[in-house]
């Protein structure tokens, strides 16, 4: 792979004043962006349901919690996370090793999705309800070897889709066939699986596209599409987590065959 020789954009946040102005131009923000949803409730608390909000002090409460939460969770993204994961891709492009780039891809996908927590508790919803339908036994180890296959299922689909959309990029081919391939794949994979796993899996593509999958596989699709000569970072550098979303519903269709 050719190699561009311009390094991965740095941002300079400065001093501390800079740093508390830009998180307070985060909170501003986020507090404008959960603006409607207030609006939305308290329209339908007061004018269709008419009844007063219980806990008052607490929803507010939470509330602010929540916009201040959101401000530094996009704060800490800016900091942290967008430029680690573009200046490894670009490490990586750099040394050249296609090998190392998919080992280090696999781990990336395995190991954000593993810790995601949509999974970890959409897994043990699972593994209740398929323990309610007689599909598992009814004990906790049951339920629980349940989850936690789900849960390596997913991390190995989105270990492989990664895998799969960095050697995408290197090559520069098309993302959309390969999407609309995979979706055909998905639509094959239905006719075969079990009812009871379908939802699931239908789900288990959403889940793993959270919090703590997308700022990095973003940041390595963008950052390995810039340290690349003749890609695109706007053409190129996206799409990684289309794969990361579509992979989890074939393999835990495909879980779910082996564990009936």
Do not use: C
């Not at 020789?5 to 800079?18: I, Q």
């Not at 990336?108 to 970890?120: K, M, R, W």
């Amino acid at each position: 792979m050719s190699v561009s020789s311009h390094a991965p954009p740095t941002r300079d946040h400065g001093s501390l004043r800079t740093l508390l102005t830009e998180l307070a131009h985060d909170v501003r923000d986020s507090g404008r962006d959960l603006l409607p949803i207030v609006l939305v409730v308290a329209f339908f608390q007061a004018v269709v349901l008419r009844q007063r909000l219980p806990h008052l002090e607490q929803i507010l409460t939470g509330a602010v919690m929540v916009v201040l939460g959101l401000a530094l969770f996009l704060r800490g993204l800016q900091l942290g996370l967008f430029p680690i994961g573009e200046t490894m891709a670009h490490g990586f492009a750099r040394k050249g090793n296609i090998y190392w780039l998919a080992a280090f891809a696999f781990a990336l996908g395995f190991t954000t999705t593993v810790a995601e927590p949509a999974l970890i508790a959409i897994a043990g919803e699972a593994a209740r309800v398929a323990a309610e339908g007689s599909v598992i036994q009814q004990t906790a180890e049951a339920r629980a070897g349940y989850a936690f296959g789900l849960r390596l299922t997913v991390a190995l689909s989105v270990g492989s889709a990664i895998v799969l959309g960095v050697v995408r990029i290197i090559k520069g081919w098309p993302v959309q066939r390969l999407v609309i391939g995979g979706y055909l794949g998905v639509v094959a994979a239905t006719f075969f699986a079990p009812p009871e796993i379908i939802g699931i899996a239908y789900d288990a593509g959403g889940v793993t596209t959270s919090t703590v999958t997308v700022p990095l596989v973003t940041a390595l699709g963008v950052g390995l599409a810039s340290s690349i000569k003749g890609r695109n970072p706007m053409i190129d550098g996206f799409g990684l987590i289309a794969f990361a979303s579509l992979t989890p519903m074939i393999f835990v269709m495909g879980y779910g065959m082996v564990a009936r």
